[in-house]
């Protein structure tokens, strides 16, 4: 019989979580506290956070229908009277005071290259000075020391963390009167539009809002030159914004919420600058043989995502690994007896035998057979063979007969053999679940950041867009609504509407009081519209201000092959005359959209190289 002990190194979210569940857990299937050595290490005895956590309840509540434990239950309490949304320090105050009631004391060390730390040798050393550790005993580390782990980084070797950004936001802090609670979906796309960003709203339990923008890069590395933290908010004022260059929408957010949402005047805070991006492990179990150890990676050390699902696989990576643990020290403690696999070895070889094991069907033979301990039952590991394809199974004796408890077949030879190395060895087997939640969890994040950069991109070019529904539709009213003057890009605008006006509108009512095949002429509007498009964004970024005038000469045109093409409709003869008249200001509506995206290609690849 050999002990395992366990060093815990991060008194964090993930290092504390996991704590509690392994004990649990170890106590839920009978063992004893003494037989499993336990210590949890952390460079601090305190942090000061008080930012609040977006944690999605459903990891925490499956946690808590395996444990069935009254602790616990009461942690799933306070988590749903805070909304799963609780204060950083209040949550670790919760996780802290349940793991001392479980005997899972914080000691204060600092592991790694920082000042006064020590290398997980001379941990090793330390303990078993103390008495606490064996020479004997095999070890398990588990670095849960955030995302910047300095366990990872004295075991890692050559590998690489894959990083990837998602998204870039600022967080503002809003301070005035009559805020409303919230802002209605139609009211935050209604601003979103007038301020060109994605704007997400929400009002603080403390009295202020708090609003999160979502910016491009270029305009996020311009606000985090101002040095906002959330110890040390910068209050914005018009020199700070005269100072923003590369960020003009920022600017405009900033001002409409100084203007007020309740009527009168309001503070604006920079709270803090973040990036939404993850950043993981491919191997999260190492093994350190000099010291019989091995080293598991929790959290935002072996995986971190952006806050919204961070905890969620947190939860769900220290579920896994605190069953993984409990099955290591069952298999230290007690021999699995094969003889139940050479059991199965030998009825395989039988005509007699049966044909299904647990809930699938087993055909051809057996290869391998190799027993263990699978989340706390006794169970054999099978792996089997038919024609080219291969399964494997993991048994569980009752009775006369078996249940299975895991199968995976039919599959490929390669993954089969993965597959059962996992399922015999309980390390492994964590390091196949962290990988199946990442894949499960970044395929969640990536939809959500392929989503707000589409919603982005769409509230950006609604808000430059003229046509008559982004103006009068889900619109806040312009505040100065006095004409500017005339100016060169604004006569060329005007040109090329009428221009394209006149052949869409002009080849529709020959085509429908003439000769249909006169239609056509209608086609030379799209380049026209096209071009319309380019003049447009090119008069806003050279010339500057709201462009009115160019805005009014869009309307006026979007509007007259509105109302022109539903009256050609009545008089036109042909499904597919009438069609394109009742359509035609939507379908000019695209090229004008194409004309704006040609000419920010062509303005970012020339001019912005050329900084002018």
């Not at 209050?235 to 957010?253: M, N």
């Not at 949402?261 to 991006?277: D, I």
């Not at 312009?478 to 869409?504: F, K, T």
Request: hydrophobic share 50%; with cysteine.
């Amino acid at each position: 019989m050999r002990r395992i002990a366990t060093v815990v190194v991060g008194a964090g979210p993930a290092g504390l979580l996991f704590s509690i569940v392994a004990r649990l857990l170890h106590e839920r299937r009978g063992g004893e506290p003494g037989a499993w050595p336990f210590f949890l290490f952390d460079k601090r005895a305190k942090y000061e956070r008080t930012h609040r956590l977006r944690m999605a309840p459903g990891p925490y509540r499956e946690i808590a229908k395996d444990l069935r434990h009254p602790w616990f239950d009461e942690l799933i309490a306070f988590l749903e009277d805070e909304r799963f949304r609780p204060e950083v320090n209040r949550l670790e105050e919760r996780l802290s005071a349940l793991a001392l009631r479980l005997g899972v004391r914080r000691e204060l060390q600092c592991v790694g290259p920082a000042e006064g730390g020590v290398t997980l040798a001379e941990l090793r050393r330390r303990l078993e000075g103390e008495g606490r550790l064996l020479p004997s005993d095999r070890l398990t580390i588990v670095g849960a020391d955030s995302v910047h782990s300095a366990v990872r980084e004295m075991v890692r070797g050559g590998a690489r963390p894959v990083e990837r950004t998602h998204q870039y936001l600022a967080r503002l802090q809003v301070v005035g009167e009559g805020l409303p609670d919230a802002l209605g979906v139609i009211d935050q796309y209604k601003m979103s539009k007038v301020l060109a960003s994605l704007v997400d709203y929400r009002l603080n339990a403390n009295g202020y809002a708090e609003v999160d923008l979502f910016l491009t890069a270029g305009e996020h590395r311009a606000v985090v030159a101002l040095g906002a933290t959330p110890a040390v908010p910068v209050v914005l004022t018009d020199a700070h914004l005269r100072a923003l260059v590369g960020a003009p929408f920022f600017g405009r957010i900033v001002e409409r919420f100084r203007a007020g949402l309740g009527g009168e005047r309001c503070q604006v805070r920079l709270q803090s600058t973040f990036c939404l991006e993850h950043r993981f492990m491919e191997r999260v179990v190492f093994d350190v043989e000099d010291l019989q150890a091995q080293v598991f990676l929790v959290g935002d050390a072996a995986l971190s995502l952006p806050f919204f699902r961070g905890m969620a696989s947190l939860a769900r990576c220290a579920q896994h690994l605190a069953e993984a643990h409990c099955d290591l020290v069952a298999l230290a403690r007690q021999e699995p007896d094969p003889k139940d696999a050479r059991e199965l070895q030998r009825t395989f070889f039988s005509a007699d035998r049966p044909r299904v094991y647990g809930t699938r069907p087993m055909l051809g033979r057996i290869v391998r057979a190799e027993p263990t301990v699978h989340r706390g039952r006794s169970a054999v590991v099978v792996l089997h063979r038919w024609m080219l394809r291969y399964g494997v199974h993991v048994l569980e004796r009752k009775g006369e007969g078996w249940s299975s408890l895991h199968d995976l077949a039919p599959v490929s030879r390669r993954t089969a053999l993965a597959d059962f190395a996992a399922q015999v060895d309980p390390a492994l087997r964590y390091e196949r679940e962290v990988a199946a939640v990442r894949r499960a969890e970044l395929a969640i994040v990536e939809s959500r950041a392929w989503l707000v950069r589409g919603a982005r991109e769409f509230v950006r070019v609604s808000s430059v867009l003229p046509f008559p529904m982004q103006t009068w539709f889900l619109s806040f009213p312009d505040e100065d609504r006095r004409p500017s003057r005339w100016s060169l890009g604004a006569v060329v605008n005007l040109a090329l509407a009428a221009l394209a006006g006149s052949a869409a509108l002009g080849g529709l009512l020959l085509g429908a009081l003439v000769d249909p095949r006169l239609a056509w002429i209608w086609a030379a509007a799209l380049p026209l519209q096209g071009a319309g498009g380019a003049a447009h964004a090119a008069a806003r970024a050279m010339e500057g201000g709201p462009q009115r005038l160019s805005r009014a000469v869009w309307r006026t045109q979007i509007l007259a092959l509105a109302v022109g093409g539903m009256a050609i409709m009545f008089v036109a003869r042909g499904m597919f005359l009438r069609m394109l008249a009742g359509a035609s200001w939507f379908v000019l509506a695209l090229p004008f959209v194409a004309g704006l995206y040609v000419f920010e290609f062509f303005d970012r690849r020339w001019w912005g190289r050329a900084r002018l």
